[in-house]
């Protein structure tokens, strides 16, 4: 355990995925230091599952070097110290959630209690039920339950929320805050920048194999420009208000302007010094969404 501190958990080095002619995964460089919780988010088909399969030497990378724990993913002692929940896990439907957790807790030196890894993925209820007989969102609960049963330090969670309604995801969350607080190291993946902003201290932003950005929460959403300025004046023109320092766009929206801008204190400070009269102020944050499908639409971000 002294040595994990100093290794990465995770480690990608000029990383690319080519199934025949797609490039799933385009010269991806990162690292993930144990403690960290990392959402990669991204729309459907940017590479999210494969790099998670390389992560865990599920696939092989067509070019570049992928470590686990400093090592070759593919060496079986990793097994015991990752859980994973992947997106599609089949699992006999015959069996009850007790039976089927107690099993993979075998799988592992030391594994916890079933009925706590039940427990934690809230399922307590479900414990005797056969598999075949929950929903969608309490079969997704037995995969986390999986993930857990080994005690791992680590925890791969490939779109654990997708598919469930607000409450269920909202829940979901809550049991994943709880591993957070108990010092997992965990990489998920996820569509939804609620989830991502809810869940992790880093987001890895990937779009069409591609990371596109990388950092806090606050750091994704100030990519995009940061504030949007909204006032009414009526003696001025958009060219006029374009000039002023820190604009970085201006427009017209009815009979209000709007300014996008990194400075709002800059912007408007020359506005209040002048002789013109504001109404209407509002400075209005650019939300995380909006920072999402500013940087997704945008292929010549690389940062
Ligand atoms: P995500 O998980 O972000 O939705 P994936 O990693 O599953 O994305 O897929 C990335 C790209 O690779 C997509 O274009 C997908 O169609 C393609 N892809 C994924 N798996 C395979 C495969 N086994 N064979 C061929 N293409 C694949
Ligand atoms: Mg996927």
Redesign the pocket.
């Given at each position: 355990m002294a040595t994990s501190t100093t290794v990465p958990a995770v480690e990608l080095n000029h990383v690319t995925k080519n199934?025949?002619s797609?490039q799933?995964v385009k010269d991806v460089s990162l690292k993930v230091e144990p403690g960290e919780v990392v959402a990669f988010l991204?729309p459907?088909?940017?590479?999210?599952?494969?790099?998670i399969a390389l992560m865990l030497g599920m696939r092989r990378a067509t070019s570049g070097s992928v470590t686990l724990f400093g090592e070759n993913p593919r060496l079986a002692n990793h097994r015991k110290r990752i859980g994973v929940m992947l997106q599609e896990s089949g699992v006999p439907e015959t069996l009850k959630v007790r039976e089927l957790v107690e099993l993979f807790g075998r799988f592992h030196d030391n594994p916890m209690l079933t009925q706590e890894a039940i427990k934690m993925a809230g399922l307590t209820e479900k414990t005797n039920t056969r598999l075949g007989r929950l929903s969608g969102g309490q079969k997704q609960r037995v995969y986390f339950a999986l993930a857990l049963v080994g005690n791992p330090d680590m925890l791969f969670l490939d779109e654990p929320t997708t598919g469930l309604d607000v409450e269920a995801r909202r829940s979901f969350w809550d049991q994943i805050n709880l591993q957070i607080k108990r010092g997992k190291t965990i990489i998920l993946?996820t569509h939804n920048l609620e989830e991502a902003d809810a869940l992790a201290r880093r987001i890895v932003v990937i779009n069409k194999?591609q990371i596109i950005a990388d950092g806090t929460p606050d750091e994704i959403k100030g990519h995009v420009g940061g504030k949007h300025v909204r006032f009414r004046a009526t003696d001025r023109t958009v060219e006029e208000l374009n000039e002023l320092t820190g604009v970085q766009f201006v427009q017209r929206i009815d009979n209000k302007f709007e300014i996008y801008t990194k400075q709002p204190e800059a912007v408007l400070a020359p506005l209040f010094k002048g002789e013109v009269e504001l109404s209407d102020l509002e400075v209005i944050g650019a939300g995380l969404e909006e920072a999402f499908l500013a940087l997704t639409d945008n292929d010549k971000h690389t940062a």
């Open positions: 199934y025949g797609v799933a991204g459907n088909g940017a590479g999210k599952s494969t790099s993946t194999g």
